[in-house]
């Protein structure tokens, strides 16, 4: 294996927690629900991803139930939100907060077992092309889906019915309720996908990225996914492209900082993060264009009157 | 069974005073079903984490060393969430500041005046409010969500101070442990009674803030911004208030509280810099303002209590063994009570049970 395709295969494994994250808050967000607790939904898969995996030896079923972990978890959240109409802001906030400190307990005996790892999966044929062989069909079962994820999402949004109704909802709850459409059903389950998707982009991190638990090991990806999905106006296949440009980002830091350069490791770590505020700086600065792309009815809570 | 929410004609004041004991009874229960769990005596445990570290003098210094940067903290954010501006980046405003007033007892540790401790605590302000001034620059000049941009700098300061403490900053007579030079007597917050314990004047500083605050948004124009801006923008506009100022004024306030908060920890409690200087106070003082109701005399109560979180985590780490990060689950819980508790002061919650005609329509 060629340094190249070295650094692209990282690459991808840096892009793709990042980029099943953020299409899941892509739904919730196009139904109109902003859940900040992206953060929380990732690190509770994560734990729970690593734990049932370590227990069980199958990192499969490790990885299933990081998904349901995350999906149960955003449960909570859609109970406040959308049933006792709180807050979006600071329930998403509550829920970053108690996954951060519930992972740390449950993980408190895993921290420094070895952990099982998601191996990869060769497609026969398609694996002995050059240079993109190795790359996208000889990856873990959680790339593969990741992948499936964007071209699922596009499809279910712009393709079909309940596409359409989903983000009729995120535009204008009143009108989209007034038609009939289950307003409230409909954003359960948009939040329930994102917590299923930022449960299974934990499940990446503990199970491929590093095979092992660390407390917080999230370490602000839910954030960065957040910011993705303003970056990419809320279209998936945007979502796409951040997520490996973001994934390059984070490799390129990591690289800088073996090479040595002389630059303290802290300002590279620190790249991400202000890359994040740059890109949210240079997308958001045309006020209209924002307006536009954003759902209308974002973070507002809905109450049906009868 | 469905839940069913029928809007109040006015809010409840009832509910808005008895809501946030609700929580903090809720959270108790779900405490003790916690401990069940875990295999501990609910009692006991619940005992040890909240009751026993009142029952000291030394540890009611120690809960007001926790709960001063809470408050502190938690008065700026209420101010800021008021006027629905969401700084969640006090960590790093936190941090910043205390960065910022320890320039003059590392860098000009020669310097030996009076007028150390005031110029310290007046560079943590500046350094906090500063910034706290680039997600309002962010947010007012090219529209960019403060929310991310706020929290992105959290990350940011904590790498900044990593640096700086195992690097420039780096304690000469060290042992080349990641420590700065230990604050000189003059740079030191005096402690309020050191016969028995550790208090300094921070819990001071917290009273003030609180006061002050408080007489801000009851009795000034001020005050009276802040919650015509947060509750309609376009109010505020037709009332001829500049919603730009506003966001600069709540995330300069905010700033500047959670970097006095951030300098007063550094000389008080610690008297050095270290790589990490905070428990996540930034963030306990969101959960601080919501209990308190965005209200400052609320916070006040708010900030000791969730102070003794912090306090009973370690005392049941030390008495029980249970794992120190019990204390963060307790926080998260509480928020999520009072978050749902508020609910009932604008709503009346209804559980529905469905009767058999209508489980029939269902099915057909």
């Given at each position: 294996m060629s340094l190249i395709e070295a650094v692209l295969l990282t690459i991808t494994t840096a892009a793709t927690p990042l980029l099943l994250a953020a299409?899941?808050?892509?739904?919730a967000e196009r139904s109109g629900v902003l859940n900040l607790g992206v953060e929380g939904m990732i690190v509770m898969g994560a734990v729970v991803a690593f734990a049932i995996a370590q227990l069980s030896g199958n990192p499969y079923l490790?990885?299933?139930?990081?998904?349901?972990?995350?999906?149960v978890f955003s449960l909570l959240f859609g109970l406040l939100t959308l049933t006792l109409v709180t807050n979006q802001v600071a329930t998403g906030l509550a829920l970053t907060i108690l996954g951060l400190g519930l992972?740390?307990?449950?993980?408190?005996?895993?921290?420094?077992?070895?952990?099982v790892q998601l191996e990869p999966i060769a497609i026969p044929l398609l694996d002995q092309?050059?240079?993109l062989g190795p790359l996208i069909f000889k990856q873990d079962a959680i790339f593969y889906l990741s992948i499936l994820c964007v071209i699922g999402v596009s499809w279910f949004l712009f393709r079909t019915r309940l596409g359409l109704q989903l983000r009729a909802i995120g535009d204008s709850h009143g009108s989209a309720h007034a038609l009939g459409i289950s307003v409230i059903k409909t954003r359960y389950y948009a939040v329930m996908f994102g917590g299923a998707c930022a449960g299974l982009a934990g499940a990446q991190l503990s199970l491929v990225y590093t095979p092992q638990w660390v407390e917080n090991m999230s370490a602000g990806r839910g954030w960065i996914a957040?910011?993705?999905?303003v970056f990419a106006s809320w279209r998936p296949l945007r979502v796409l492209a951040g997520a490996y440009l973001f994934g390059a980002v984070t490799i390129g830091q990591l690289h800088a900082q073996a090479l040595g350069f002389g630059i303290p490791s802290q300002f590279l770590s620190a790249l991400p993060y202000l890359a994040t505020i740059l890109v949210l700086v240079i997308i958001s600065r045309n006020r209209r264009l924002t307006l536009m792309n954003t759902p209308a009815s974002l973070g507002q809570s809905f109450v049906p009157d009868r | 069974m469905r839940i069913e929410l029928e809007r109040r004609p006015s809010h409840s004041a009832l509910f808005s005073v008895v809501s946030p004991f609700i929580a903090l009874g809720l959270t108790v229960i779900a405490g003790a079903i916690m401990f069940n769990v875990l295999g501990k005596n609910p009692l006991d445990a619940l005992y040890s984490f909240f009751i026993e570290p009142l029952t000291e003098v030394w540890s009611l210094h120690e809960l007001a060393i926790k709960a001063a940067p809470l408050i502190l903290i938690a008065v700026g954010l209420s101010v800021c969430f008021r006027s629905n501006n969401w700084n969640i980046g006090a960590e790093g405003q936190f941090i910043i500041g205390g960065v910022a007033g320890s320039i003059i007892p590392i860098v000009f540790h020669e310097w030996d005046s009076f007028l150390v401790l005031p110029a310290m605590l007046i560079m943590g302000i500046a350094g906090g409010a500063l910034y706290a001034g680039i997600p309002a620059l962010l947010k007012t000049r090219f529209n960019t969500n403060e929310i991310l941009s706020s929290l992105m700098l959290v990350y940011v300061a904590q790498l900044f101070l990593d640096w700086i403490v195992r690097g420039p900053w780096r304690n000469p007579e060290g042992f080349n442990f990641p420590e700065s030079r230990e604050f000189d007597v003059e740079a030191i917050l005096p402690e309020l009674l050191p016969a028995s314990g550790r208090a300094d004047l921070g819990i001071i500083f917290a009273v003030v803030a609180t006061l002050l605050t408080w007489f801000m948004m009851s009795y000034m124009l001020r005050g009276?911004?802040?919650?015509?801006?947060?509750?309609?923008?376009?109010?505020?506009?037709?009332?001829?208030f500049s919603a730009n100022r506003m966001v600069f004024f709540a995330f300069l306030f905010s700033g500047g509280l959670a970097g006095l908060a951030g300098i007063s920890e550094v000389s008080g409690a610690i008297e050095q810099l270290q790589p990490v200087i905070s428990p996540g106070y930034g963030f306990t003082a969101i959960i601080v303002a919501f209990l308190g109701r965005l209200n400052p005399l609320g916070i006040f109560a708010a900030g000791l209590i969730l102070a003794l979180t912090y306090l009973g985590g370690e005392a049941a780490q030390i008495s029980i063994g249970l794992p120190d990060k019990i204390a963060r689950v307790f926080q998260g819980l509480l928020l999520f009570f009072v978050l749902a508790c508020d609910t009932l002061i604008h709503y009346r919650v209804r559980l529905k049970f469905a009767t058999h005609s209508e489980l029939a329509e269902e099915g057909a």
């Amino acid at each position: 294996m060629s340094l190249i395709e070295a650094v692209l295969l990282t690459i991808t494994t840096a892009a793709t927690p990042l980029l099943l994250a953020a299409m899941g808050e892509l739904v919730a967000e196009r139904s109109g629900v902003l859940n900040l607790g992206v953060e929380g939904m990732i690190v509770m898969g994560a734990v729970v991803a690593f734990a049932i995996a370590q227990l069980s030896g199958n990192p499969y079923l490790g990885a299933l139930c990081g998904a349901i972990a995350g999906c149960v978890f955003s449960l909570l959240f859609g109970l406040l939100t959308l049933t006792l109409v709180t807050n979006q802001v600071a329930t998403g906030l509550a829920l970053t907060i108690l996954g951060l400190g519930l992972s740390g307990m449950i993980g408190e005996s895993f921290v420094g077992e070895p952990g099982v790892q998601l191996e990869p999966i060769a497609i026969p044929l398609l694996d002995q092309l050059p240079l993109l062989g190795p790359l996208i069909f000889k990856q873990d079962a959680i790339f593969y889906l990741s992948i499936l994820c964007v071209i699922g999402v596009s499809w279910f949004l712009f393709r079909t019915r309940l596409g359409l109704q989903l983000r009729a909802i995120g535009d204008s709850h009143g009108s989209a309720h007034a038609l009939g459409i289950s307003v409230i059903k409909t954003r359960y389950y948009a939040v329930m996908f994102g917590g299923a998707c930022a449960g299974l982009a934990g499940a990446q991190l503990s199970l491929v990225y590093t095979p092992q638990w660390v407390e917080n090991m999230s370490a602000g990806r839910g954030w960065i996914a957040l910011a993705l999905v303003v970056f990419a106006s809320w279209r998936p296949l945007r979502v796409l492209a951040g997520a490996y440009l973001f994934g390059a980002v984070t490799i390129g830091q990591l690289h800088a900082q073996a090479l040595g350069f002389g630059i303290p490791s802290q300002f590279l770590s620190a790249l991400p993060y202000l890359a994040t505020i740059l890109v949210l700086v240079i997308i958001s600065r045309n006020r209209r264009l924002t307006l536009m792309n954003t759902p209308a009815s974002l973070g507002q809570s809905f109450v049906p009157d009868r | 069974m469905r839940i069913e929410l029928e809007r109040r004609p006015s809010h409840s004041a009832l509910f808005s005073v008895v809501s946030p004991f609700i929580a903090l009874g809720l959270t108790v229960i779900a405490g003790a079903i916690m401990f069940n769990v875990l295999g501990k005596n609910p009692l006991d445990a619940l005992y040890s984490f909240f009751i026993e570290p009142l029952t000291e003098v030394w540890s009611l210094h120690e809960l007001a060393i926790k709960a001063a940067p809470l408050i502190l903290i938690a008065v700026g954010l209420s101010v800021c969430f008021r006027s629905n501006n969401w700084n969640i980046g006090a960590e790093g405003q936190f941090i910043i500041g205390g960065v910022a007033g320890s320039i003059i007892p590392i860098v000009f540790h020669e310097w030996d005046s009076f007028l150390v401790l005031p110029a310290m605590l007046i560079m943590g302000i500046a350094g906090g409010a500063l910034y706290a001034g680039i997600p309002a620059l962010l947010k007012t000049r090219f529209n960019t969500n403060e929310i991310l941009s706020s929290l992105m700098l959290v990350y940011v300061a904590q790498l900044f101070l990593d640096w700086i403490v195992r690097g420039p900053w780096r304690n000469p007579e060290g042992f080349n442990f990641p420590e700065s030079r230990e604050f000189d007597v003059e740079a030191i917050l005096p402690e309020l009674l050191p016969a028995s314990g550790r208090a300094d004047l921070g819990i001071i500083f917290a009273v003030v803030a609180t006061l002050l605050t408080w007489f801000m948004m009851s009795y000034m124009l001020r005050g009276f911004q802040v919650s015509v801006l947060g509750q309609s923008a376009r109010a505020g506009r037709f009332a001829g208030f500049s919603a730009n100022r506003m966001v600069f004024f709540a995330f300069l306030f905010s700033g500047g509280l959670a970097g006095l908060a951030g300098i007063s920890e550094v000389s008080g409690a610690i008297e050095q810099l270290q790589p990490v200087i905070s428990p996540g106070y930034g963030f306990t003082a969101i959960i601080v303002a919501f209990l308190g109701r965005l209200n400052p005399l609320g916070i006040f109560a708010a900030g000791l209590i969730l102070a003794l979180t912090y306090l009973g985590g370690e005392a049941a780490q030390i008495s029980i063994g249970l794992p120190d990060k019990i204390a963060r689950v307790f926080q998260g819980l509480l928020l999520f009570f009072v978050l749902a508790c508020d609910t009932l002061i604008h709503y009346r919650v209804r559980l529905k049970f469905a009767t058999h005609s209508e489980l029939a329509e269902e099915g057909a």
